[in-house]
């Protein structure tokens, strides 16, 4: 008699892909030599103070848990520094909760909002986890496709078209990871009046909002009628360079945030208490480390775009995070082909657009958080193999 | 001196790394490869650059006795020139690296660098102390070098993270 072995691995989670990103990194990871633009994280060290105030901390022996949203010095902090940068107002006491990461803010905003059926709309490309986490929560993630054509901006006939009955969210990432993309205040007005017009909420990862480098970020809860039915999700991974703390944060409405505390106060108890520390230090004295990370990535970026240009590639300006999304369609190859055969030949890492979900075929993004130096050599390299793919062409 | 936006963009990127080629810098703050280097040779013109040259650890050298001292000097201003007169007899030799005016208990902050204590402790006792404007020298010896103009000598800083991440 054959037995076949029973799987206890609940079904919803058998068939979830894993991250598309994870093969190129296995790939990667075996190879010496490698220059990689496929880091989604600073390549600063967090900026010594903060790291100081941890240790401080953890001196002082504050090694217990916080209060389930955080410690009220660092909510409260939040609320101010939210308030002084994006003129957006949120009580620390009951509308802010301090969580694992934008990661774990994410999933607490899903799990509150949604249920079974429910239709949360997901704009790619975009961070490889939100439909699982939708589709984790119960809901369905209805993805739309921005194209290069419109810089990667939502469309807002996009969004209309994508409403349905079932819709309960839109889930916006600007600036966005991977095209870098930024919306102006026009774009997501337009954006707003349709969420108002159909009465849903926006979850609004904004963990790139540090990083916009023409214009300063809008947030889309600053609009007029949005704070409301709006869940913003923020941290210090990006901004702060402190992506190992784990540390974001939540800002909605008191209704949702009781929602989200609840779950928060289940699944996690609080977030770690030295991080926590940290960040205080962080947001009370870290900005001028801020500002001159951002100078840095700034002419990056520009370098970044100007020099893919040059040996030929089409690639867009982005207005924030720290991505270049160029164009490889010239090459003819898929972006999952360019991105191997550039690894195998010249030992450059980029992360293929097309794992970012539609509309990101046809393109790769490239991380500039790394020293001018590496970028200067990824660059030389990637020129060198769109040379030989030319001469091979012919 | 009036330096627009560009111009102390440019000065901070060389600072960091003075061999950035003017076609690189021109496509990380947005213009054109002459006009970089048309504005690099007019701040070199006009001394806002002041010299290039290369951080050198020579304590990774076999055999290097060289030794920097930094001197704390009390001296008596003079009615007319202050204390530039002295300054300028101190810095003119060539073993001095550094000389500031300094607030605080003492005047004139002197970095001098030699190839011995000896020598250092020569230099001290016959050119320095005999000056007449120096009124008393304190002398402080280098022992090890940790950081320097904004860069850590001991550490070899490695990049830890993951090559691909989302």
Known sequence: MTLTKKSYVAQSVEKMRPSGIRKFFDLAATMEGVVSLGVGEPDFVTTWSVRE???????????????????????????CYMSERFGVKYSPKEEVI??????????????????????????EP?????????????????????????????????????ITSKTKAVLLCYPNNPTGTQLDREDLESIAEIVKKHDLLVIADEIYAELAYDQPHTSIASLDGMRERTILINGFSKGFAMTGWRLGFTCAPEDISRAM??????????????????????????????????????????????????????????????YVFPSIQSTGLTSEQFAEKLLLEEKVAVVPGSVFGEG??????????????????????IGRFLDKQKRSAM | ???????????????????????????????????????????EEEKVIVHYATLVDWAKMDNFTGVTAMIDVKVTPKRGVGFDEVAERIYRFKEVSSVYLMSGVYDLSVTVEGRSMNEIARFVSEKLSTLDSVVSTTTHFQLKKYKHDGMIYASKREDNRIVVSP
């Open chain 1, 261 to 322: 505390l609840k779950i928060h106060q289940y699944a996690m108890m609080c977030a770690s208490t030295p991080a926590q520390y940290a960040a205080i230090e962080a947001l009370q004295h870290g900005m001028a480390d801020v500002e001159s990370m951002k100078k840095d990535y700034r002419q990056r970026r520009n370098y970044m775009v100007q020099s893919f240009k040059e040996i030929g590639l089409d690639c867009h300006l982005p207005g924030g995070a720290f």
């Open chain 1, 360 to 381: 990101g075929e046809g393109y790769i993004r490239c991380s500039y958080a790394s020293s001018m130096n590496q970028l200067q050599e990824a660059i030389k390299r």
């Open chain 2, 1 to 43: 001196m009036k330096l627009n936006e560009k111009e102390v963009e440019i000065l901070e990127i060389l600072q960091k790394d003075a061999r950035f080629e003017a076609a690189d810098i021109a496509k990380m703050i947005g213009t054109s490869e002459t006009e970089v280097a048309e504005t690099i040779r007019r701040l």
């Open chain 1, 126 to 162: 975009c961070f490889v986890s939100y439909a699982p986490l939708v589709e984790l929560a119960g809901g369905s993630a209805v993805t739309i496709g921005t194209t290069g054509k419109t810089g990667f901006k939502l469309q807002p006939e996009q969004l209309e078209a994508a």
């Open chain 1, 98 to 123: 301090v969580t694992v990461g934008a990661s774990q803010a994410l999933d607490i905003a899903m799990r509150a909002i949604i249920d079974p059926g429910d239709e949360i709309i997901v704009v």
């Open chain 1, 53 to 79: 105030a941890a240790i401080n901390s953890l001196e002082r022996g504050f090694t217990s848990y916080t209060a389930n949203a955080g410690l009220l010095e660092l909510r409260t902090e939040i609320a």
